[in-house]
């Protein structure tokens, strides 16, 4: 099965540019989106289609997909971004797959 | 503003059903272009998509839980349903029901998500 892999945590202090990163097998090659969840909250789509921001979401977010890797950068974080940030991919041929999540502190 | 709201019991007992319904308001489920899908969150743990149907009746499941699944829709109420068999502790987690969006080919993307809904698996 396929699989995605983030990083269990990152920090950044406010006005800093966080990088969430998330790692699968030509992961390039399929499309990439990104869900921002505050705790005791329901998932937001932040990024999709690798690098489209939905309406309403704020242009610090921003997203790219390459190789192996997709990236989730957030700059300028600012204190309502701390969340945890969940990475999903799609192909026609995996099902919709999300990663093991990253969670975003702000110092 | 599309909403979705999950309903339906809070307590299953093991190797019976779990059921739930996805209520929506502010929109109809009896459109094309949108697929209505359940997914459900291990406490503190990560995501997992169980599947979506379209209001045609089609249905896509996750391959990994696809003989015990089953997704049903009513238009005439705006509702759609899970039911999952046999279930174990392992299935005690967050349901959420969400709406699915085309955005380009079969690629579609989360955009309306219902509170979700917590389902304890014990006797």
């Known amino acids: 099965s396929y699989e995605l892999t983030q990083a269990p945590s990152v920090s950044v202090s406010p006005g800093q540019t966080a990088s969430i990163t998330c790692s699968g097998d030509?992961?390039?090659?399929?499309?990439a989106s990104w869900y921002q969840q505050k705790p005791g909250q329901s998932p937001v789509l932040v990024i999709y289609q690798d690098t489209k921001r939905p309406s309403g979401i704020p242009e610090r977010f921003s997203g790219s997909n390459s190789g192996n890797t997709a990236t989730l950068t957030i700059s300028g974080t600012q204190a309502m971004d701390e969340a945890d940030y969940y990475c999903q991919a799609w192909d026609s041929s995996i099902p919709y797959v999300f990663g093991t999540g990253t969670k975003v502190t702000v110092l | 503003q599309v909403q979705l709201q999950e309903s339906g019991p809070g307590l299953v007992k093991p190797s019976q059903t779990l059921s739930l319904t996805c209520t929506v308001s502010?929109?109809?489920?009896?459109?094309?272009?949108?697929?209505w899908t359940w997914i459900r969150q291990h406490p503190g743990k990560g995501l997992e998509w169980l599947g979506y149907?379209?209001?045609?009746?089609?249905?896509y499941y996750n391959p990994s839980l696809k003989s015990l699944v089953t997704i049903s829709v009513d238009t005439s109420q705006n509702q759609f349903s899970l039911k999952l068999s046999s279930v174990t502790a392992a299935d005690s987690a967050l349901y959420y029901c969400a709406r699915a969006r085309q955005v380009v080919g079969y690629y579609y993307v989360f955009d309306y998500w219902g509170q979700g809904t917590l389902v304890t698996v014990s006797s």
């Open positions: 149907i379209y209001y045609s009746g089609s249905t």
């Open positions: 030509k992961l390039g090659d399929k499309y």
């Open positions: 502010g929109g109809s489920i009896n459109f094309p272009g949108y697929y």
